[in-house]
């Protein structure tokens, strides 16, 4: 089965700086990457996804890359805010079933204003 | 805007009794999961359910657990007799189709003692 690894497990930055978050995956019929934002007591929430055919996509502060070759995929938030602190797990899943995936340890991104 | 909701926010329970969790998916989903994230662990995969069948499910899905959807909107997750090591956070998600992202609802913390 598939087997996402995911890095750092914390990462600590100041407001305003980058964050970048990597994850590979082992199942190379993998091909929708999906990054989620869990806060405290809440369940995940998307806040950006790429598929197979696309290398990398934006939105606004948040962008994902992927490389398909070395089966790995990154998400960068530049201009930090507080607010952006928070759990983000990268997952995997392949387009049969989007909604089933498989999720990354998790990384806990704090923002120190 | 459209959200997955469950019901309980919380449920405890005494070990070897059943519990049922519920969740109402957005309206015009058509493929229903659950999920589960033991505390400060990933979340991990249960089950999927389309076309009112179990589509996938994985090796933690065993016989004491069972899924349904009763009446058109309601999706539930028996859990037959739980065991201490049932507790967790249990979040149902819901997808328009095989292809879309999946949507989270906020879960439910079942605590069995």
């Known amino acids: 089965g598939e087997n996402v690894e995911q890095h750092p497990s914390t990462l600590s930055v100041q407001e305003g700086d980058s964050a970048v978050i990597k994850c590979t995956y082992s199942?190379?019929?993998?091909?929708?990457f999906p990054w989620y934002k869990q806060e405290l007591g809440k369940g995940p929430q998307l806040i950006i996804d790429?598929?197979?055919?696309?290398g990398e996509k934006k939105d606004q502060r948040i962008a994902v890359t992927l490389n398909k070759t070395a089966k790995h995929f990154s998400l960068h938030i530049t201009e930090t805010q507080p607010e952006d602190s928070a759990v983000y797990f990268c997952a995997a899943s392949d387009n049969t079933n989007a909604g089933k995936s498989t999720f990354g340890d998790g990384t806990t991104l704090t923002v120190k204003p | 805007e459209p959200e997955v909701t469950q019901t309980p926010s919380h449920q405890v329970t005494q070990m070897g009794q059943e519990v049922i969790l519920r969740c109402v998916p957005i309206?015009?989903?058509?493929?229903f999961y659950w999920y589960r994230q033991i505390l400060g662990q990933k979340v991990e995969f249960l089950v999927s359910f389309y076309n009112n069948e179990i589509s996938e499910k994985s090796e933690i899905f065993d016989d004491q657990f069972s899924v349904e959807r009763p009446d058109g909107s309601n999706f539930t997750l028996k859990i037959r007799s739980t065991k201490l090591e049932d507790s967790a956070m249990y979040f149902c998600a819901s997808s328009e189709s095989g292809l879309t992202e999946a949507f989270f609802g906020q879960g439910t913390r079942l605590t069995v003692v």
């Open positions: 790429i598929r197979s055919n696309v």
């Open positions: 309206s015009n989903h058509l493929y």
């Open positions: 199942d190379s019929a993998s091909n929708y």
